[in-house]
Nanobody, 115 residues
Framework: QVQVVESGGGLVQPGGSLRLSCTTS????????MGWYRQAPGRERELVTT???????NYADSVKGRFTISRDADTNTVNLQMDSLKPEDTAVYYC?????????WGLGTQVTVSS
């Protein structure tokens, strides 16, 4: 079973920045797609951003220009740099790793944007 672990959440003021990291027990380049999703209280889980094995990225309209997904082969991590954070970005953020026949999720990390 592949393990997926997120880190880096916390409390930040509006306009601030946070960097989330996701590591897996398998090589991140073994997955077809890796991505970040989020779920706010009372809402469904939604896509934030994805990156394919080949490096193509996709962002939700709500985070375009503020969030950046990247990969670090040396540390086997997928990172999410979040800038210009807004209160509506408050949610539990989940890392997802999609293989050909399986889909793996982490337990999530809380991000709270509040003054």
């Amino acid at each position: 079973q592949v393990q997926v672990v997120e880190s880096g959440g916390g409390l930040v003021q509006p306009g601030g920045s946070l960097r989330l990291s996701c590591t897996t027990s398998a090589n991140i380049f073994s997955f077809n797609v890796m991505g970040w999703y989020r779920q706010a209280p009372g809402r469904e889980r939604e896509l934030v951003t994805t990156i394919t094995r080949g490096g193509s990225t996709n962002y939700a309209d709500s985070v375009k220009g503020r969030f950046t997904i990247s990969r670090d082969a040396d540390t086997n991590t997928v990172n999410l740099q979040m800038d210009s954070l807004k209160p509506e970005d408050t949610a539990v953020y989940y890392c997802n790793a999609k293989a050909a026949l399986a889909n793996y999720w982490g337990l999530g990390t809380q991000v709270t944007v509040s003054s």
